[in-house]
């Protein structure tokens, strides 16, 4: 079955805590992202990569880190987490290289920072 | 700008009435307009998306239609059931250095029986 998955789905953690919020795709996309939700403002893109070994910044980046080591895999890594990061995160992907096309999104991880 | 405006924030919609969600850019550039639909505890997941060389676009009870010198384009639910209650996105992109995918802030549709 064509799928994100993303772990954990669930996470409560304190401040200065690093944390990896892991993302997997089995669709041999190029283009993968990381998006956070929060009431009122919608999805803002953290960061995306189009290739392995190419990552670059989205909207909202100040805070997070990324990495494309292989094609399926892109984790998100918070080094030292703030309640400001209290947030649900969604990892999606993409066939298309630039990112144009159906974006293909994991079920989400709801994160809280205390 | 790479802005897209949706309303309404949330929507209350009895069963069988359409429910109307609008979006508009301001990027002249954009060229490619997906909806996605948000069922709770879900990921979202494209539901429909237009071009700008056609006005109107349906699939099944969903339609989308896109008014090019306006900059605007909305979905419409033909209708409406209960199932339908999700969150929608609004999004746009566009070529040449625009293709990051824009989202509008969502809207909350709840449909009751």
């Known amino acids: 079955e064509a799928q994100v998955t993303q772990n954990p789905r669930y996470l409560i953690t304190v401040t200065g805590k690093k944390l990896t919020v892991t993302c997997s795709q089995n669709m041999n996309h190029e283009y993968m992202s990381w998006y956070r939700q929060d009431p009122g403002l919608g999805l803002r893109q953290i960061y995306y990569?189009?290739?392995?070994?190419?990552?670059d910044k989205g909207d909202v980046p100040e805070g997070y880190k990324v990495s494309r080591k292989e094609k399926r895999n892109f984790p998100l890594i918070l080094e030292s987490p703030s309640p400001n990061q209290t947030s649900l995160y969604f990892c999606?992907?993409?066939?298309?290289?630039?990112?144009?096309?159906?974006?293909?999104f994991g079920e989400g991880s709801r994160l809280t920072v205390l | 700008q790479q802005q897209v405006k949706q309303s309404p924030q949330s929507l209350i919609v009895q069963k069988g009435g359409i429910p109307i969600i609008n979006c508009a850019y301001e990027?002249?550039?954009?060229?490619?307009f997906p909806w996605y639909q948000q069922f709770p505890g879900k990921g979202p997941a494209l539901l429909i998306a237009?071009?700008?060389?056609?006005s109107e676009k349906k699939e099944g009870r969903f339609t989308i239609s896109f008014n090019k010198s306006a900059k605007q384009f909305s979905l419409h639910i033909m209708d409406s059931q209960p199932g339908d209650s999700a969150t929608y996105f609004c999004a746009a992109s566009g070529a040449f250095g625009n293709e990051k995918l824009t989202f509008g802030t969502g809207t909350r549709l709840t449909i009751i029986p």
């Open positions: 999606a992907s993409s066939q298309a290289a630039s990112g144009r096309g159906e974006l293909f």
């Open positions: 990027n002249t550039a954009f060229d490619y």
């Open positions: 990569s189009m290739n392995v070994e190419v990552t």
């Open positions: 237009i071009r700008p060389d056609v």
